[in-house]
């Protein structure tokens, strides 16, 4: 099966680690992984802010980019949710680029989706013992209706307690240019989200996205809450780590 890689922006720049983890995991899962170097952003900031002529100007490139592409897996949901429901829209007065929009939309998943429901991934050997709350983002849980996806995959880490996040379906506070904008409402939902965290006693946060993970993660340092934070990518690669080390045989 052969698999491209949709870094997105934010992974690209600030967390390499996150794109290196999809990447090893999906190799270990059979596939075969390449990383089209002429990607861009997905264009939904600027979609996002009304600027839809210039997000039309990076959505052609990346239609462009990935038209040969068996599929396409991505460690954003909401990366992947502006591909698969606002592409065809954006172009659906150009029947061209809305049909070639609509081809990308159909093979572009969020990984743990991927994994889940295209691999048919049941079980992982890894291992990481600690108590994990997992963060459902906005996007991907509305957008693309992925909930229990990430879920079944961090249950199969041995070690590793997960507690259910109270009032999960709540926004974080990010949501793009929204904390620039209203940077005041955003702290407060962050600062709930914080709470919310603690509450459960976890000590590793997880989450699908890292936009999402970065917002969270600056505001629990900024309250001194000692919470490791993971995209669910990475953890799950570090756990595959821990487990074949504990298998090797001592020298």
């Known amino acids: 099966m052969q698999v491209?890689?949709?870094i997105t922006c934010l992974s690209d720049c600030f967390f390499p680690r996150v794109g290196q983890a999809v990447v090893h995991l999906l190799r270990q899962h059979g596939c075969q992984v390449d990383f089209p170097l002429d990607q861009v952003c997905c264009g939904q900031p600027a979609y996002n802010s009304g600027y839809h002529h210039e997000a039309r100007i990076a959505a052609k490139q990346l239609i462009r980019v990935f038209e040969h592409a068996q599929y396409v897996v991505s460690p954003s949901g909401s990366c992947a949710a502006m591909i698969r429901h606002y592409y065809p829209t954006l172009f659906a007065a150009d029947p061209e680029w809305r049909d070639r929009a609509q081809q990308l939309a159909d093979k572009v998943y969020e990984f743990s989706q991927f994994m889940v429901n295209i691999l048919n991934v049941k079980s992982i050997n890894a291992y990481y013992e600690g108590k994990a709350t997992y963060h459902?983002?906005?996007h991907m849980m509305r957008g693309l209706g992925?909930?229990?996806e990430p879920l079944q995959l961090l249950q199969t880490i041995k070690g590793l307690e997960v507690a259910e996040l109270p009032y999960e379906?709540?926004?974080?506070g990010f949501g793009g240019t929204f904390a620039v904008k209203m940077k005041e409402i955003s702290e407060q939902m962050v600062d709930e989200k914080a709470e919310l965290i603690r509450s459960t006693q976890a000590d590793i946060l997880v989450g699908s996205d890292m936009a999402c993970l970065m917002n969270i993660e600056g505001r629990l340092r900024r309250l001194g809450y000692p919470v490791k934070v993971f995209h669910v990518a990475e953890l799950l690669y570090e756990g595959v780590q821990r487990y074949e080390s504990f298998q090797s045989p001592a020298v």
Do not use: E, G, R
């Open 169 to 172: 379906q709540d926004c974080c």
């Open 146 to 148: 992925v909930y229990q």
């Open 4 to 6: 491209s890689l949709f």
């Open 136 to 138: 459902h983002s906005c």
